[in-house]
């Protein structure tokens, strides 16, 4: 009879097998990081030249020695703007321009693009839904119509004051939308959420056309804002509104654990303890957060929350730890490249933010509701 013999086991060998666990965590980090800094390098280009293009153009060295010259958030305050900017550059046009109205313009971007692309990821994961987005939905309008209705009846005339009525406005209509979509034996499928979300815009977008027409005060308040633009806006405006942007945009993120477990189903969510209602609770509040901000700030924009996530999945695939700061990188890059397109192929003029991405977003919502297997996400 032969003996057998067992190899001894070196102290540091089990150290190595639970540490080699977490290697394909790590391998993925290790292959998205780069292209998550790579992307945020080709957003910091489309921000110096957001700021440089339009109907006057400005070098990029002009742009960034006015930068470097000022802290923007404390030397030029939304005071400090509404008062006159610093007497050093009151005759320097270019200086003038930078400071009053592309900075505000491309912050706004920045901001409102992170906004939508993250609520358009956190919608699509909850729902399970690929064709999800805070305008194909009737977010937008909903809170679009409910702002209207705060100028003509209330006499709102800030962001800060309106973007409450917002958030209101976003919520009725996610209810709402939800609500039609769930009637019926099959429940609130992707086609049934789309089609719901249409009907409710295109009723939003009527009743919000009506009261326009009827108060030409609120007319000429709105009708450049109704169109979905980042234009026309001022730091204070912008100053105003960026808490609650930045909280949704901070807040959503760490949902991504949350909705990894979501996405496998609502019976296997429970089986892994998770708090199905709380969850979709908690994903819809930070929706409401951003699309009622981002709709305040600078209009109903669509179609930036459809394509986002789908390009973003491309990259990370379906963990959304990931897919939410791809998203966030990937939508301003977006929206201030749409933002930048609308300025040069109309110059003098620009064609509106809105428009832009709507051309590029329409063929990408056709091309996924062409495919056969919606639900995958």
Same mark, same amino acid.
Request: charge should be positive; proline fraction near 5%; glycine fraction near 12%.
């Given at each position: 009879?032969?003996?057998?013999?067992?190899?001894?086991?070196?102290?540091?060998?089990?150290?190595?097998?639970?540490?080699?666990?977490?290697?394909?965590?790590?391998?993925?980090?290790?292959?998205?990081?780069?292209?998550?800094?790579?992307?945020?390098?080709?957003?910091?280009?489309?921000?110096?030249?957001?700021?440089?293009?339009?109907?006057?153009?400005?070098?990029?060295?002009?742009?960034?020695?006015?930068?470097?010259?000022?802290?923007?958030?404390?030397?030029?305050?939304?005071?400090?703007?509404?008062?006159?900017?610093?007497?050093?550059?009151?005759?320097?046009?270019?200086?003038?321009?930078?400071?009053?109205?592309?900075?505000?313009?491309?912050?706004?971007?920045?901001?409102?693009?992170?906004?939508?692309?993250?609520?358009?990821?956190?919608?699509?994961?909850?729902?399970?839904?690929?064709?999800?987005?805070?305008?194909?939905?009737?977010?937008?309008?909903?809170?679009?119509?409910?702002?209207?209705?705060?100028?003509?009846?209330?006499?709102?005339?800030?962001?800060?004051?309106? #973007?409450?009525?917002?958030?209101? %406005? /976003? $919520?009725? *209509? +996610?209810?709402?939308?939800? @609500?039609?979509?769930? &009637?019926?034996?099959?429940?609130?499928?992707?086609?049934?959420?789309?089609?719901?979300?249409?009907?409710?815009?295109?009723?939003?977008?009527?009743?919000?056309?009506?009261?326009?027409?009827?108060?030409?005060?609120?007319?000429?308040?709105?009708?450049?804002?109704?169109?979905?633009?980042?234009?026309?806006?001022?730091?204070?405006?912008?100053?105003?509104?960026?808490?609650?942007?930045?909280?949704?945009?901070?807040?959503?993120?760490?949902?991504?654990?949350?909705?990894?477990?979501?996405?496998?189903?609502?019976?296997?969510?429970?089986?892994?303890?998770?708090?199905?209602?709380?969850?979709?609770?908690?994903?819809?509040? #930070?929706?409401?957060?951003?699309? %009622? /901000? $981002?709709? *305040? +700030?600078?209009?109903?924009? @669509?179609?930036?929350? &459809?394509?986002?996530?789908?390009?973003?999945?491309?990259?990370?695939?379906?963990?959304?730890?990931?897919?939410?700061?791809?998203?966030?990188?990937?939508?301003?890059?977006?929206?201030?490249?749409?933002?930048?397109?609308?300025?040069?192929?109309?110059?003098?003029?620009?064609?509106?933010?809105?428009?832009?991405?709507?051309?590029?977003?329409?063929?990408?919502?056709?091309?996924?509701?062409?495919?056969?297997?919606?639900?995958?996400?």
């Amino acid at each position: 009879m032969t003996a057998t013999t067992t190899a001894p086991v070196r102290p540091d060998e089990g150290h190595r097998d639970r540490g080699h666990a977490t290697t394909p965590r790590v391998r993925k980090a290790t292959k998205l990081i780069p292209g998550l800094v790579l992307s945020l390098a080709v957003l910091a280009v489309l921000a110096v030249f957001s700021i440089a293009v339009g109907a006057r153009t400005i070098s990029p060295g002009v742009v960034l020695d006015t930068i470097g010259d000022f802290n923007l958030f404390h030397a030029i305050s939304a005071q400090d703007v509404m008062a006159g900017l610093p007497q050093r550059y009151a005759d320097d046009t270019d200086r003038l321009v930078i400071l009053t109205l592309r900075v505000p313009r491309t912050l706004l971007g920045l901001m409102v693009g992170a906004a939508l692309g993250l609520a358009g990821c956190v919608m699509q994961g909850v729902t399970r839904n690929p064709l999800a987005d805070p305008g194909i939905l009737g977010i937008n309008s909903g809170a679009a119509l409910s702002v209207v209705l705060a100028i003509t009846f209330f006499g709102v005339g800030t962001p800060g004051g309106y #973007v409450w009525f917002a958030f209101v %406005g /976003a $919520a009725v *209509a +996610a209810v709402i939308v939800y @609500g039609i979509a769930a &009637l019926g034996r099959e429940g609130a499928t992707p086609i049934k959420l789309a089609l719901a979300g249409a009907a409710l815009s295109a009723g939003f977008a009527a009743v919000t056309q009506a009261f326009l027409l009827l108060n030409k005060t609120t007319f000429d308040q709105m009708r450049f804002w109704q169109v979905g633009a980042l234009a026309g806006r001022e730091l204070g405006m912008v100053g105003q509104l960026a808490p609650f942007l930045l909280i949704g945009c901070l807040l959503a993120p760490f949902l991504g654990r949350t909705l990894n477990t979501l996405s496998l189903g609502d019976d296997v969510a429970r089986g892994l303890g998770a708090r199905v209602g709380l969850s979709r609770a908690a994903a819809a509040a #930070v929706v409401v957060l951003l699309c %009622g /901000a $981002a709709t *305040a +700030a600078a209009g109903p924009i @669509g179609f930036v929350g &459809l394509t986002i996530p789908h390009v973003a999945r491309m990259i990370t695939g379906p963990d959304y730890r990931w897919t939410l700061p791809f998203s966030m990188v990937l939508a301003p890059i977006l929206l201030l490249g749409a933002d930048i397109v609308g300025r040069v192929i109309a110059r003098p003029g620009e064609v509106q933010v809105a428009i832009v991405t709507a051309v590029i977003g329409a063929p990408v919502f056709i091309a996924l509701v062409r495919r056969k297997k919606l639900a995958e996400l």
